[in-house]
């Protein structure tokens, strides 16, 4: 069974620039969380998304959104870039909002030069 | 108050030690917890999940559950050097309609 799957891998922008990252959860799961996570730092809780409606967003400015597909993949979308948004994005799925664990995709790496 | 809080570390331990890290939670409603390990650069993993008050065996890692407390711990015997990571305790919330609240981890190093 295949896992999460995040896309690019890398992504390498300029400040300004808007950037897109992509997410496919595992089979069966509808919700979608993603997290931010500079250099050493922890995950930042950014966004959930449950059954393709935004369940609840983290404490980040607006030019960080992002929605789920009717195939319950997902898509974050941060525009106006800036440099302190390079870090790591970590997408994860679960069965739904529940007793049921997480799982992580590889991440995307951003870096806004 | 954080839903899930844990205490940053670093925590440094010798090899074939015992190491002990520990989380507190605040909504009472919550009734399962999970471990991640995350080495340095990668994502995190699931190591364990706990549901029940008491204790949970696998392998090396021991996870204890005391809703009572409302504290969660995972103990990791025998210490290897390979088990260095951030470990993060996470959970669902009852009162935030079930969302997956991730502590933000405890560095441990397992000095040989």
Redo the contacts between chains.
Sequence with gaps: EAGVTQSPTHLIKTRGQQATLRCSPISGHT?V?W?QQALGL??Q?LL?YDEGEE??RGNFPPRFSGRQFPNYSSELNVNALELEDSA?Y?C?S?EG???????????TRLTVV | QKEVEQN?GPLSVPEGAIASLNCTYSDRGS??F?WYRQYS??????IM?I?SNGDKEDGRFTAQLNKASQYVSLLIRDSQPSDSA?Y?C?G?TTN???????G??TSLTVIP
């Design positions: 919700s969380y997290y922890g995950l809780f959930w369940r609840n790591l970590l994860a679960s909002a529940g007793d049921t664990e997480a799982f992580f995709g590889q991440g | 940053s009734q399962s999970f650069g990668k994502s995190p993993e699931l999940f549901y951030t993060l996470a669902p935030t309609g079930n969302q997956f609240y991730f933000t981890g």
